[in-house]
């Protein structure tokens, strides 16, 4: 699951992403829930039409299906895609293959866990709350709801619906 921004334009909406079908419930972190608006296999949340994908903490113990791992990795390889981390994201990003060779961020308690779990990465969790490298920017945990504070920073000037 993923909430993801779209290209920035004066229509710009945030688009909440998921392997659920379009009105059910995603459930993050915390009793975070969000209602999915787009299932990652649709054309508009292909890679290349995305600016900013946003993933959120989900439960760190979630397994993930092979074509939502695929879906993450190919937005991750657009160059004109940023993808953010935050909090137990990480787990995700990781079983997509994003943290090899990269500088990361993760939540300060699951520090040693994430650098056994997800190897080729460098740690910065426990020095750092967050770290960009190249179009991955990462997180330890920021006050919820997460999608919002992230994006609030990278573009105050988009209207936000209310997340549950």
Same mark, same amino acid.
């Given at each position: ?12 909406? *945030? ?9 059910? @419930?995603?459930?993050?972190?915390? /009793?975070?829930?969000? @209602?999915?608006?787009?299932? $990652? ?15 959120? /903490? ?16 190919? @937005? ?41 779990? $997800?190897?080729?990465?460098?740690? $910065? ?5 967050? *770290? ?30 209310? *997340?549950?």
């Amino acid at each position: 699951m993923c909430v993801c921004l779209p290209r920035v334009s004066s229509r710009s909406k *945030i688009k909440d992403i998921g392997s659920v079908e379009p009105g059910e @419930q995603i459930d993050l972190t915390a /009793g975070v829930r969000i @209602q999915c608006t787009h299932h $990652f296999s649709d054309p508009e949340v292909q890679p290349g039409k995305l600016d900013i994908v946003l993933v959120p /903490g989900p439960d760190p113990t979630s397994t993930y299906e092979k074509p939502v791992t695929d879906w993450l990795a190919a @937005q991750a390889a657009s160059k004109d895609t940023d993808i953010l981390s935050v909090c137990t994201g990480i787990y995700l990003c990781g079983e997509a293959g994003l943290l090899k060779g990269k500088k990361v961020c993760g939540p300060r308690g699951l520090q040693s866990q994430l650098k056994s779990k $997800f190897e080729g990465a460098t740690w $910065f969790g426990e020095d750092l709350r967050w *770290i960009q490298d190249g179009n991955f920017w990462s997180c330890g945990m920021l006050p919820p709801p997460p999608a919002l504070t992230f994006a609030l920073i990278l573009y105050p000037s988009i209207p936000f619906p209310g *997340i549950s």
